[in-house]
């Protein structure tokens, strides 16, 4: 048998907001701020990237690491390369830093404030070609952010000066304020550049402003004319200041919002069918578009936060608001984030806007969907129509963004490393390019009330055209939900279309889960599982594996259910159930059912990892006629990680004749990952003849942390959980996203390989052919009736990648 692994897929994969000759970002690279301390980052130091600036020419990045209280350097001078270029102590926070236009030195804000009311802080200039610290400057308070103008002559430092979030309720007024530096840098020597502050609080009390004596200014930009706007974010209040007299041109709040169809309850289910009233902006970040208009992410921090952005006049007349469409916008390619819900839901946190070509784009961040929002603006001199252009996948945290539009470039930083949770902080680094968007690799349809049908944690596959099903459906798979969510669901995605098309609700109407652990049945009789494994059934129902919750005998993980075995209808509705053997479950563990595939009278059932003693994990095979268990078990890798963890099953799917293929994967990510493998294994036809309790073994497995890469370009993904074969040959597998739960969140299903079959087990047409297989006609129950198999065999069907592909492939390489 011969597995063919497929390393350039990217232009397979389409994005939903794709136009014929348009141009499109895609992510090409990513740098990882821990290698600026080992190439390898096999370090636990947590190291972050969060504002990012450029140099002049665009080859230079740089960007804060307030968890180690440096700054960063990166040549970007060939993208498919990035290299560190070493770091600054600057002792303290940095909060902000911003490269003079000349090019010459990288300017930094750093809080080095002991405590909340003795708020203190120092502006570094370094220099770019030696990094030496060259000037110092006492600031008087605590910074946050910096602008430069694009004449080079004026620079302004916000002075945020803090609250104490832990004081009282965390409100203010908490003196002592903030203000405005304008740094007057028209010498050529930093030594030589004078400072004036800037007082806010007059201006605040006559636009009526909230508690005027405590300004919390957050972030500046300056536009052409040197006139800078400034968010006062938990004010809810922006000032505009004309940096060449250092005054205040006028203040105005930043007013409010009416968002409805939003989600405002953290349940773990995503409902958009709430509404909020008068929900203060409480702008952080802010962009000029032009010299007349600016725009603003409106995050939220003490009260508020809008869940999207607004673009204002210089009078403070609001002429756009995005209201509710970031949030539908983040659901439909699976990235909202659920336990936000009740918070500020997906967080605008940065934006920035620039030219590229002959479009004038508005990036939007979102913190907490780890998403960032490219939006087109008709026309900047009146920009009242913002239409979406696509959607950028980031690491978990983006929080600083630099527009680079003489290469076509845009860097993205993000701020969250955790090792433990498999999540390492980096710049991504994305090119405008002809052709489509490879993100997203999957959105929704809408419901009935106009909302993007929301999904995430997305665990095992089912294709609709697996090897041995009669009545076959093309350019279909089924997938299912995990635990994170309550009222389990399972969904239907076309893949011609890269479409979740469809959610059908698990019910116990008939008590058939409940009879069996009644816990886990919701009072609606809605169920909430841990559904890991799918399988299509020929006769249209659904073989499901939920994962038991617990380890027999840990104090630490006690025992909160058992893995379950559930057949359903092509509706949803559960009728029957089925467990493990008693003496099996008596020593579970908490690594259990994590795939199923159909087979003939037989289910095969993979476990994530060995139980008990047992130096393997088992696969199960269960007699549907007579109810029992068989059990072989499974040779895993061995651990080849530089940081340890462990390696197991993700899912397993049919491959015709006693065939199976299984998904074997390590608990790592980023440059920790190593296993992430498609492996074959074989039965035998005959299930029957299984000796219990044998070995067995594995062969031709494929390692695809490759593949990815060149789909994505951007970092491993720990959890490669599920997995399904067509009848064609093509394996498809995707990502478990957690549901952004300590995970960027970004969904990735592809074909990563292809496989010429095997003789199958007997109801597939023979030599190689295929009929036509069927689709599952819209609003009809999915994969419904089938008919009885009539019985023949097959040869190999090998899959032919397109010329198009081949003759990329043949470039590439």
Known sequence: ????????????????????????????????????????????????????????????????????????????????????????????????????????????????????????????????????????????????????????????????????????????????????????????????????????????????????????????????????????????????????????????????????????????????????????????????????????????????????????????????????????????????????????????????????????????????ASVVLVYSIADPSNPTEVTLKQILPSEAGPEGIVLIPSRNLVAIATETDERGNTIRATVGLYEMQAGEPIFPHLTSADREDGTPIPFGALSGLACGDAPGLSNPLANTIFTIEDSFYNQSRMFEIDTSTKTLTREIRLMDSNGALAAVSASQVNDDMTVSLDNEGIALADDGTFWIVSEGAGTVGDPEEPLESANLLLHVTAGGEIVHVYTLPEDLNAIQVRFGFEGVAAYGDYLVVAFQRAWGDEANPRIGIFNKATEEWKFLFYPLDEVKSQNGGWVGLSDIAPMGSGMFMVLERDNQGSKDAVIKQYCTIDLGEDLSAVTDGADIAKSDCVDIIPTFFEMTKGSTREKFEGLCVTAQGDIWVNNDNDGLNDNSGENVLAIVGTISLPGDDGSAPVDGATESPATSPAGAPVGGPVGTPTGSSAASAIFSLPAALLAVAAIAF
């Not at 970002?25 to 290698?35: D, E, L, T």
């Not at 001078?77 to 236009?101: C, F, I, W």
């Not at 949030?327 to 934006?351: D, T």
């Open 1 to 368: 048998m011969k597995l063919l692994p497929v390393l350039l897929l990217t232009i397979l994969f389409y994005g939903a907001f794709a136009q014929e000759d348009a141009m499109y970002f895609n992510r090409v690279n990513v740098f990882y701020p821990c290698s600026q301390d080992g190439a390898e980052c096999n370090s636990d130091n947590e190291t972050v990237a969060e504002i990012i600036d450029a140099s002049p020419d665009g080859m230079t990045l740089v960007y804060t690491d307030g968890t180690q209280g440096r700054i960063g350097f990166i040549d970007i001078s060939d993208l498919t390369n990035p290299l560190p270029m070493g770091t600054v102590d600057v002792g303290g926070e940095p909060t902000s830093v911003a490269v003079t236009k000349d090019g010459l030195y990288a300017v930094v804000a750093v809080n080095t404030s002991p405590d909340f009311v003795n708020p203190s802080g120092v502006m570094h200039a370094i220099r770019m070609d030696t990094m030496e610290v060259l000037v110092t400057t006492e600031l008087g308070g605590q910074p946050d952010s910096i602008a430069i103008s694009a004449d080079n002559a004026y620079m302004a430092i916000v002075i945020e000066n803090e609250r104490d979030e832990d004081l009282g309720e965390g409100g203010i007024p908490q003196l002592p304020g903030g203000y405005i530096i304008v740094v007057d840098k028209t010498a050529e020597d930093p030594s030589e550049w004078t400072m004036q502050n800037v007082n806010l609080t007059e201006a605040l009390t006559a636009a009526g402003i909230d508690f005027p004596e405590d300004p919390e200014p957050e972030y500046i930009a300056i536009n052409a004319d040197n006139v800078a706007v400034v968010t006062i974010q938990e004010n809810n209040g922006i000032a505009l200041i004309d940096l060449a007299t250092a005054t205040v041109l006028g203040a105005f709040p930043a007013g409010a919002v009416d968002l409805e169809m939003i989600d405002i309850v953290e349940d773990n289910v995503i409902d958009m069918t709430a509404s909020l009233s008068q929900i203060p902006r409480e702008p952080d970040t802010v962009t000029w578009i032009g010299t007349d208009f600016f725009a603003t992410a409106n995050e939220g921090d003490l009260n508020g936060g809008s869940r999207g952005f607004t673009i204002f006049n210089r009078d403070g007349t609001v002429v756009f608001d995005i209201g509710n469409s970031m949030e539908h916008a983040i659901a439909r390619v699976g990235q909202y984030p659920e336990g936000r819900s009740e918070a500020k839901g997906n967080e605008p946190e940065g934006l920035a806007y620039g030219v590229f070509g002959n479009e004038n784009l508005l990036f939007v961040m979102s913190e907490r």
